[in-house]
């Protein structure tokens, strides 16, 4: 059963491994001008200090200002790739077998219909899956830099006590300024 569901669906195997690659070669490049950048001016130093200062203030600012655009760009594009490659795998899974007649072949042999299906969703599954978790660790190595500067992710609450803070804020609303 593991043979024949490879050797159905090697293609797709094969198109998520190169989707995989090309995909951590465009992060890998955005992503070393991204963290050279954030070391370079110092970023990193900032927000351990609590980023007070003008000067931190105004780094973090240019860093924002120069890469979230792309980032967001990024992350739109890339967003819906789990949807799609599980849509363009389930679609092939049993829609093959219909399409050249192979289901009375399949489902009439020594193989209860239980099992060939459970084998074949489960290896389908496990490979969809191992693709889409490398596809989310490259891009949150890529975003990283984005989301410590941003706030977004931090592991630590901020203890610092600025005006952005909700705490600090002295109208009722969030969204009245």
């Not at 000067?55 to 924002?64: E, G, I, K, R, Y």
């Not at 891009?139 to 989301?147: E, G, I, L, T």
Request: positive net charge.
């Amino acid at each position: 059963m593991i043979w024949l569901t490879w050797r159905q669906h090697r293609i797709q195997a094969i198109a998520g491994a190169v989707l995989v690659g090309l995909t951590a070669v465009v992060f890998l490049a955005y992503g070393q001008t991204m963290r050279g950048v954030y070391t370079q001016d110092g970023i990193g130093a900032c927000l351990a200090r609590g980023t007070g200062g003008n000067h931190c203030q105004s780094v973090m600012t240019a860093f924002m200002n120069r890469f979230n655009d792309v980032a967001n760009h990024l992350l739109t594009w890339f967003s819906p790739l789990p949807g799609l490659i599980g849509a363009i795998v389930g679609a092939s899974l049993l829609g093959r077998e219909h399409e050249h007649g192979t289901w009375r072949l399949a489902w009439t042999q020594a193989v209860p219909r239980t099992r060939w299906l459970t084998v074949k969703i489960s290896l389908l599954s496990f490979g969809i899956l191992m693709v889409t978790t490398t596809l989310s660790a490259i891009f949150a190595w890529y975003r990283s830099p984005m989301d410590q500067v941003s706030g977004r992710f931090t592991r630590e609450p901020s203890t610092s006590k600025d005006s952005h803070s909700p705490a600090t804020r002295s109208s009722p609303s969030p969204w009245a300024s």
